[in-house]
């Protein structure tokens, strides 16, 4: 079955480290998404990728980067500048053709979600 | 700006009892509207969306919302609330246009009694 995997589920780091969260894809999407979760925040968008070699920073970009190097693929890592990295961070993806109006635009398909916690 | 109010932290229901839970967005035009809902530890799970037309829209496991315009308001409603609801339901706008980016509520984090 098609879907969204990211690993590691549970990921503990010291402070100073980078660490990078997987997020890999079969859907065929063109899109793809980080969020970052806090409790009683929701999801902010930390940066998304409407195409492979390009990505757009989203509302809570600092200390964090991306790369997009292949469709499938949308690595995150946390670096050492996120001053407050512990948080569940969600991979998302959507269909092709972001600029429909119809019925496949828009409709996020999410990742079951990486922990990380800061010691 | 988009934005996305939910304006019940919590919420407690019995089973077998009915359930609403609000959602009130701010957008220049007609917007995408979703409700989402995520278990524990989870990712989110799409339960319904609208787009256009016919503004009350029906969902995944019994769930329905209605686009109320006037009130810039897309409530989510259940006739009858089941044990296995117990979970965060978020509501989220989407932009039409090229995007595809989300503004997500904080979420109503729904307890369900026996």
């Known amino acids: ?119 | 700006a988009q934005s996305v109010t939910q304006p019940d932290i919590h919420i407690t229901v019995s089973e077998g009892a009915s359930l609403e839970l609000r959602c009130n967005y701010s957008y220049g035009a007609t917007p995408y509207l979703f409700w989402y809902v995520q278990s524990p530890g989870q990712g989110l799970q799409l339960l319904l969306k609208y787009f256009s037309g016919d503004t009350l829209v029906q969902g995944i496991k019994g769930f329905e919302a209605e686009f109320k315009r006037s009130q810039s308001s897309f409530n989510l409603r259940k006739p009858s609330v089941h044990w296995s609801d117990a979970a965060e339901y978020f509501c989220a706008v989407g932009a039409r246009g090229a995007t595809n980016k989300l503004i997500f509520g904080t979420g109503t984090l729904l307890a369900v009694q026996p």
């Not at chain 1, 119809?102 to 079951?112: D, E, K, Q």
Request: glycine share 10%.
């Open chain 1, 1 to 119: 079955d098609g879907g969204i995997t990211q690993s590691p589920k549970y990921l503990f780091r010291k402070e100073g480290q980078n660490v990078t969260l997987s997020c890999e894809q079969n859907l065929n999407h063109d899109a793809m998404y980080w969020y970052r979760q806090d409790p009683g925040q929701g999801l902010r968008l930390i940066y998304y990728s409407q195409i492979v070699n390009d990505f757009q920073k989203g509302d809570i970009a600092e200390g964090y980067s991306v790369s997009r190097e292949k469709k499938e693929s949308f690595p995150l890592t946390v670096t050492s500048a996120q001053k407050n990295p512990t948080a569940f961070y969600l991979c998302a993806s959507t269909t092709p053709n972001p600029g429909q109006t119809g019925s496949g635009a828009n409709v996020l398909t999410f990742g079951a979600g990486s922990r990380l916690t800061v010691l």
